[in-house]
Structure formats: structure tokens, C-alpha cells
């Protein structure tokens, strides 16, 4: 039964000349004074949402990115600040890159948020897809063997950090902590200072294939995909409620998982897939090489996979894989009782503010959302 509604934000500035015809992505520069528009984006989205009924404001991090689209790398600091100014709203991370990170730094970080905003802020972690990001800051991405090897140490690290209260790790990539002297003793265990206050720790993922969803079930992990086809989103969560079962975890199907939609809010459906349309392409000409469009043919083939559509996607296609919502208030509300019908364990909707889109279009969006399609969920 869905109860909650949340915004998933990646952090892009207003793009100029956007849609499928416009500037190259590779080609957009933007100066200093331009990136850091995302934080105002970041405040007045925060203040918008609070209050008016959604939940968590997602945000990803992502690191040197000139090209404007995912401008926020630090997403503890960001949520931390934004809660100072808000009283309900949540503030997710969608997600931490885990190799780019020191895995008790991360984990020291994000106790301290826990702390400073009472709880608002929900823990996410993710493994990585950016080379530019994951191989400047040291750590493996192109030997995908090596990458989800690291991260799932790191996973290890930061579970005993939060959940006990001195530990110790010995693997292969960290000696935690150190066989050294201290203070007239040799170490054999740490305390993180501080650790959450609240226990124990939300955490979430992003499904992306069959062995990473079965280790998040498994190790107790809720699981989030957005913008995928109706079909990846049936293999997705039942392979996450069987991988729970063989530890134990009883689950209804879309249980302890999030689904999250592109959207816009239109009299009719063509006019709103019309609106959305430059706003969509903008996203997929930076996503798409990236591998990030998860739909697949009449056949059961992911796209890009041999046989299957390799081509940029279109609105039309979105839609016809129920990824992209796109019409009046009452087929959001439709469509939302579908999928809850269809997954009856499942709670979470994330709406994804479409990349090319500007504040000033996104702001009514919402505006429409929280008075038209929320009421019709409220009080579950």
C-alpha cells in the first residue's frame, strides 16, 4: 500500500538549449558561479516540499561535474544543511559511492547528521557507474570484479560501525584498526564517535542486477529503482523478495523497495508527454551512454543487449513501459493503484525531477502533485 511520496533530485543547474537537437553534452561547460546554482535548487525545493506532503527529497552524489547535470558531491553535508531549514522533511542519499569514500569516514559523517537533524537524514549507498569519478578518487570501477569486491567490505565495515558498539575488521582491503601502539597498549578494536542515534540504520541501494539485489536482500538492505520498464521492475523485486526468503525475510512483494517514476502533469497525456519531451531527452543524452536505460523489447532483451533496441529511448517509449507518467492528476492516481494492486507490499514512490527541466517548471509540477494525487493516499 503506498503511503509516502518523495522527490529524487541528482543535482543539475538549468540547462540551456536542451532537448534531442540541442548543445552535446560533452560539449556544456559552465563557470563556478553557474554549478553552484544546484544548492539554490537544493533549498528551494527542500522548502517547497516540506509541509506540502512529500516525504524525502533524494538527492545522488557525483563529483566534477562540469557538465551541470549531477552537481552535488557530498550529500551528508547537503542534507545536514537543508534540515536546518526545513521542520519534516527527510533528506535521502541516493546514493553514496562507497569507493569514493573512506568507509568510516562516510559512516562518521553520516552519524553525525543522524545526530545534528534528529534523524531526517536516510543512508543510501551505491557502488558507482561514473569512471571519471570512481578512478580520480583511487579505487576500481572498469574491473567491475574489483569494485564490487571493495564495496562490499566497505558494506561490512560500515554495518559493524554503526551496529556495535567497539569492533574490529581484518580483510584485504582495510586493517581496521591498525596493529599499532596507542597510549602504552596495541589497538585491537575502535568505537565510531559519534554513532547514530537511531537505530539501527535505514539503508538503501539501487537494484541494478540479480547478484546486487540478492546481497542487499540478504543483508537486509531496502532496494530503490527508478525509470525502469515494467517488466525489469517485476524481475527486480521478485528477485529481491525470493533472495530475502533464503535468509529468513518474509516479505510481500515491493516490501522494503521504492519505485520511482519521470513525470509531468498535463490536461491530456499528449500534451503532457509533449512538454516533457525536450526535458526527457536532455536526461538520456547524459544517461544513456552511461547504460542507464533499463527497459526491454517484446522479448524479454534489455535494451542494448544483442537484438534488442541499442537506440536513445523517446518519451513514447517511457510511457509505453510505464517508467514515465505523463497526464492529468487522475492518471497519476490510476496509475499508482495499479502498481500498488499489482505490488501490495510496496510503500514508496520517488517522483525523479527530469534533468532538462528548470526550477521554475519543476515548482507547479509539484505544486499540482501535493494538492491533487497525495490527498488520494493520505491517511494510510
Not at 582495510?174 to 537505530?199: A, E, S
Not at 542486477?209 to 524481475?235: C, H, N, P, W, Y
Request: hydrophobic residues 35%; contains cysteine.
Amino acid at each position: 500500500m503506498i503511503k509516502r511520496f518523495s522527490v529524487l533530485y541528482v543535482g543539475q543547474i538549468d540547462l540551456d538549449d536542451v532537448g534531442a537537437n540541442g548543445r552535446a553534452p560533452d560539449e556544456r561547460r559552465y563557470t563556478n558561479e553557474q554549478l553552484v546554482q544546484t544548492y539554490d535548487h537544493a533549498m528551494a525545493l527542500a522548502k517547497q516540499m516540506d509541509g506540502s506532503g512529500f516525504y524525502c527529497l533524494w538527492a545522488a552524489e557525483h563529483h566534477f561535474q562540469r557538465e551541470g547535470y549531477e552537481c552535488i558531491p557530498n550529500l551528508t553535508l547537503l542534507g545536514t544543511h537543508l534540515a536546518a531549514h526545513t521542520k519534516n522533511l527527510k533528506f535521502g542519499a541516493a546514493f553514496n559511492i562507497l569507493p569514493n569514500w573512506h568507509p568510516l569516514r562516510l559512516a562518521e559523517d553520516y552519524s553525525m547528521g543522524d545526530v545534528l537533524t534528529g534523524g531526517r537524514l536516510i543512508f543510501g549507498i551505491g557502488r558507482g557507474y561514473q569512471v571519471r569519478e570512481v578512478e580520480t578518487f583511487g579505487s576500481p570501477l572498469i574491473d567491475q570484479d574489483a569494485n564490487r569486491e571493495l564495496f562490499e567490505e566497505q558494506v561490512e565495515i560500515i554495518l559493524k560501525a554503526f551496529n556495535q558498539e567497539s569492533f574490529s575488521h581484518h580483510g584485504k582491503h582495510y586493517q581496521i584498526p591498525p596493529d599499532v601502539p596507542y597510549r602504552g597498549y596495541q589497538l585491537k578494536d575502535i568505537t565510531l564517535v559519534p554513532r547514530p542515534t537511531h537505530l539501527p540504520v535505514e539503508i538503501w541501494q539501487p537494484m541494478t542486477s540479480g547478484r546486487s539485489i540478492e546481497f542487499i536482500a540478504k543483508k537486509g538492505i531496502k532496494g530503490m529503482t527508478a525509470l525502469s520498464g515494467e517488466k525489469v521492475v517485476d524481475q527486480f523485486f521478485n528477485t529481491y523478495r525470493d533472495a530475502a526468503e533464503t535468509v529468513g525475510r518474509s516479505l510481500t512483494l515491493g516490501q522494503d523497495m521504492a519505485l520511482g517514476f519521470g513525470f509531468y502533469i498535463a490536461g491530456t497525456q499528449e500534451e503532457a508527454m509533449e512538454r516533457v519531451r525536450p526535458f526527457h531527452d536532455e536526461r538520456y543524452k547524459w544517461f544513456a551512454p552511461f547504460g542507464l536505460v533499463r527497459y526491454v523489447d517484446e522479448e524479454g532483451r534489455m535494451w542494448g543487449t544483442p537484438g534488442a533496441p541499442a537506440r536513445t529511448p523517446q518519451v513514447e517509449d517511457g510511457v509505453q513501459q510505464k517508467a514515465w507518467i505523463c497526464g492529468p492528476p487522475e492518471h497519476f492516481i490510476e496509475t499508482f493503484k495499479y502498481f500498488e494492486e499489482k505490488y501490495p507490499g510496496l510503500e514508496d514512490i520517488i517522483l525523479q525531477w527530469p534533468e532538462g527541466m528548470p526550477w521554475h517548471e519543476l515548482s507547479p509540477q509539484l505544486d499540482i502533485f501535493a494538492k491533487e494525487v497525495i490527498p488520494a493516499f493520505a491517511g494510510r
